[in-house]
């Protein structure tokens, strides 16, 4: 027999409507506490989500097993006031703060008081089925056991505190692959190729890059950068040169100045972070 969903409650604040939180399918059938800055707001999301009942004070909580926190980043600290102010006994309570901000070292002064904190967000590119979460070990078991409730939806557990380390390689998969892509397509228009064939063959070689990964992970890393051949590299680069020089500067940088010696060097893996306290 499964466990049994725990008891859940919601503070809420901001826009109820456009919060991916209080989209969340789990929430309709085991919803209940739900304050917000007044009773009449708390009765409005109440309204908005179809789910829930509405209280006006905090102390409402104190049977609350699994406590949603979904407030603007820069109203967490006066509700961390609020809540440390209220006779909650903390040390029966996971609380989970649900942001792409703040990770549960932002709930310090609750931990310090026994709740076991952590922090949930939605995963962006999958349609509200993945969602992650990093904090102590109890708050997992209670929210996954909330949101993997007859659901299509499930926790991807990041190590404690590691949430920018994710957001890194996010910036790694995104922020900065996407000049990349854009430099490629215009070396080639520099060339001559037509934009659309040229954004067609970008989009080819990325997405081959992607599948060799996927099937074999860095061995799947081919061609003169990832042999290091700078001989290579610095022809493409006195080529470039003569027709976009920002263009072969910014290829000097990336790839012959960075790619090309971590090629060839081993690849370590960082110390793990050490574990919080």
């Known amino acids: 027999m499964p466990p049994p969903i725990p ?26 506490a ?8 708390a009765s409005r999301a109440v309204n908005q989500m179809r789910c829930g009942r509405p209280v006006d004070s905090l102390d409402s909580l104190k049977n609350t097993e699994l406590l949603l926190v979904s407030v603007p980043f820069e109203q967490l600290e006066s509700w961390l006031q609020r809540m440390l102010d209220s006779s909650i006994p903390w040390h029966k309570v996971a609380v989970v703060l649900c942001s792409a901000r703040g990770d549960s070292s932002s709930l310090a002064p609750l931990a310090a008081l026994g709740a076991f904190t952590g ?49 890194a390689g996010l910036s790694f998969a995104s922020g900065m692959t ?74 000097l940088a990336i790839a012959v100045d960075y790619l090309a010696e971590a090629a060839t060097r081993p690849r370590t893996k960082p110390d793990p972070p050490a574990q919080p306290d």
């Open 119 to 167: 922090s949930l967000s939605e995963m962006e590119g999958f349609s509200g089925k993945r969602y992650l979460f990093e904090g102590h070990n109890t708050a997992l078991h209670r929210v996954r056991r909330l949101v993997e409730n007859s659901s299509e939806a499930r926790i991807v557990e990041l190590k404690p505190l590691c949430r920018p380390v994710y957001e």
């Open 34 to 41: 739900v304050i917000g800055l007044s009773l009449r707001n």
């Open 178 to 251: 996407f000049p990349m892509i854009a430099a490629a397509v215009d070396a080639m228009r520099a060339a001559g190729i037509h934009p659309k064939f040229a954004e067609s063959a970008v989009e080819s070689a990325v997405l081959a890059t992607i599948r060799s990964y996927l099937r074999a992970g860095r061995r799947g890393w081919t061609g003169p950068v990832a042999r290091g051949d700078r001989s290579e590299l610095r022809r493409q680069y006195h080529a470039l040169f003569r027709v976009d020089e920002e263009l072969a500067e910014m290829f």
């Open 7 to 32: 008891r859940t409650s919601l503070i809420v604040e901001g826009n109820v409507t456009h919060s991916w939180v209080t989209r969340l399918s789990c929430l309709r059938p085991n919803l209940g």
